[in-house]
């Protein structure tokens, strides 16, 4: 439907990013942990921490605790969002734990909303006001769908297709709150084909630090991990144990267990390892303190654990877990 309106064709995604995708340079690693990468360096130099605790349906009254449980644990790094509605929280959490500001990698997203670039700005003091902070570590556009002020009359949103078509106006918007030391990074989500390709013809003065995208068992984008492993684009794994709907079937897999078994670790610690092995930063969520420990703990498998964990999730035909395209009327992934 999207291709349709808007006319631009479908295009493969590898030739567009071997075309497009120049500016995600220079991703080098920084001291390890468990023989994996505990930082990415992103372009402007800044550090991310390769495990972040993610915090989208984190519930209030939960979310605290956990953002408490990972900083003690050792996590350095929050992936949140302004439409998870729990940023109040985490920002008390965060201080709450009495580490220095500048030790946290924060992460926020603009929601589809606001990308008219007179509502950027207005829209990250929110998020700041709500966590706490005078700056984000990076903030994302959190998907490359825009959204009309008014809605259908049962309440579904109204895509403002000349914005989604061509994010440039909002990025620009987000290239000032770089300016401004607002904000220190700032990147795309889910951008893969022709939104991405409009975006990064222009000349533009803030090269997108990270392309966050779904990744896991069911979805392993093994074509995109490897290109974007050879071509300096880093990527950030979401959903990486399946969400709440496939974690259980994720960790039942029998790959999985076995590589969790020979290595006396646990199938979710197996799978976490995997994806920071593929060299992608990995965000899982969880609000059980155990598992906010366990998933803490990544280690470097053997080549072939690893190699058995890609096989398996290769051999099946990918399936995405979180697809918003259906409600919103808008073909997310032109895929
Ligand atoms: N950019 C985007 O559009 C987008 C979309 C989706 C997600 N994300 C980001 O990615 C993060 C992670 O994705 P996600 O929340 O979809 O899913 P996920 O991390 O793949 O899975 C979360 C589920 O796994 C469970 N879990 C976590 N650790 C476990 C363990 N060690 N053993 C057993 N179960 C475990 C959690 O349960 P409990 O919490 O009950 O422990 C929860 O049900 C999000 O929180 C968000 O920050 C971004």
């Known amino acids: 439907m999207y291709a349709a309106v808007s006319g631009f064709r479908a295009t493969g ?37 390769s495990v972040a605790l993610g915090v989208w349906q984190a519930a209030k009254g939960e979310v605290g605790a956990a953002v408490k449980t990972a900083l003690n644990a050792g996590y350095r790094h929050i992936d949140g969002a302004w439409i998870y509605g729990n940023e109040a929280e985490v920002g008390a959490a965060i201080k709450e734990t009495g580490i220095s500001r500048e030790e946290i990698f924060i992460t926020s997203k603009l929601w589809n909303s606001f990308h008219q670039p007179d509502d950027v700005a207005p829209a990250l003091e929110e998020s700041l006001k709500r966590l706490g902070t005078d700056y984000l570590d990076l903030y994302l556009i959190h998907w490359p769908v825009a959204f009309k002020k008014e809605t259908t009359s049962d309440g579904k949103p109204i895509a403002d297709l000349d914005l989604t078509n ?73 959903s990486p144990l399946g969400s709440t709907q496939q974690v259980k079937e994720t960790l039942s897999v029998p790959e999985i267990k076995a590589v969790a078994k020979e290595l006396g670790i646990t199938p979710a610690q197996a799978v976490i390892s995997w994806h920071v092995q593929r060299g992608t930063i990995v965000l899982p969520k969880s609000v059980t303190p155990s598992r906010v420990e366990e998933n803490f703990k990544v280690v470097k498998l053997p080549q072939e654990s690893f190699d058995a964990i890609e096989k398996a999730a290769t051999a099946h035909p990918p399936k995405r877990v979180v697809d918003p395209s259906k409600n919103w009327g808008v073909d997310v992934f032109e895929d």
């Open 13 to 49: 995604l590898g030739r567009i990013l071997r075309t497009h995708c120049t500016g995600f340079k220079s991703i080098s690693t920084a001291a390890t942990r468990g023989g994996l990468p505990n930082h990415y360096t992103l372009p402007s130099g800044d550090k991310i921490p």
């Open 166 to 238: 061509d994010p440039y106006p909002t990025w620009k918007a987000l290239e000032k709150l770089v300016d401004s030391g607002k904000v220190k990074n700032i990147g795309p989500i889910n951008s893969m084909s022709c939104r991405l390709q409009n975006l990064t013809a222009n000349n533009l003065k803030h090269q997108p630090a990270v392309n966050q995208v779904e990744l896991n068992f069911w979805n392993p984008q093994q074509d995109l991990v490897s290109w974007a492993g050879k071509n300096g684009v880093l990527l950030e794994a979401y």
